[in-house]
């Protein structure tokens, strides 16, 4: 059974950056690696309602914080069987974003910490009702918030495709949810994790992907 490996941030904080990274030096060790992020916005219904309500498309619907967490939930429900098959048949599955973003972001939407009742119930949702896999490690890459907005200022002005959505424009839930997912993280919530530091150019490369390497394999 491979190990399941998530990538959690803030939008900008490089998750991409240090996915690439992660499968380049895995590949060369010979590890297989199978990929794969969330929301599956062009493959999942509930995921494209989702992304059609952070982009103001169905009315009111994104001011509902456990509606929105419910269909990022119901987008990983439709994807865990194909989790647990690529797991038969690879040493290391890397996702970018999965169970912890929908509890930082609900969480912090609604002024929680990570002790909250919605971290509480997303877990319920999530894990225990709807059965996903749960994680081997989880790797928070922490950036400065200027520094993750500044990213994802310029990503949106280099790909239109990738316009900021009402989460990504919204400063203050970026702040708290940093600090969700720093509780999180402290906490060991769901399966253990790894804080990375992804500030700086050198994000992937100061991220140590040699012990990172070594610690999933082993």
Avoid at 128 to 152: K, T
Avoid at 171 to 190: P, T
Wanted: proline content about 3%; some cysteine.
């Amino acid at each position: 059974m491979g190990r399941l490996v998530v990538i959690e941030g803030l939008d900008g904080a490089g998750k991409r950056t240090l996915a690439d990274g992660l499968v380049c030096a895995l590949s060369a060790r010979g590890a297989s690696v199978a990929r794969m992020a969330f929301p599956r916005y062009d493959l999942d219904v509930h995921a494209e309602l989702a992304r059609d309500a952070l982009y103001g498309r169905l009315g009111d619907l994104a001011s509902s914080v456990h509606g929105m967490a419910v269909l990022f939930a119901l987008d990983r429900r439709a994807a865990a069987e194909q989790l647990r098959t690529l797991r038969c048949g690879h040493d290391v599955v890397l996702l970018d974003r999965y169970v912890a973003s929908n509890a930082a972001y609900g969480a912090a939407r609604l002024h929680e910490d990570a002790q909250g009742p919605f971290v509480e119930w997303l877990r319920g949702l999530e894990v225990d009702r709807f059965g996903v896999p749960v994680p081997d490690l989880q790797l928070l890459l922490r950036v400065p918030l200027s520094v993750a907005a500044a990213r994802a200022d310029r990503r949106a002005d280099a790909d239109s495709a990738r316009a900021k959505d009402l989460y990504e424009t919204d400063h203050g839930l970026q702040a708290r949810c940093a600090a969700v997912y720093d509780g999180l993280a402290a906490s060991g919530w769901l399966a253990p994790w790894s804080v990375l530091d992804g500030a700086g150019p050198g994000a992937c490369a100061t991220s140590n992907l040699s012990e990172l390497v070594v610690r999933l394999l082993g």
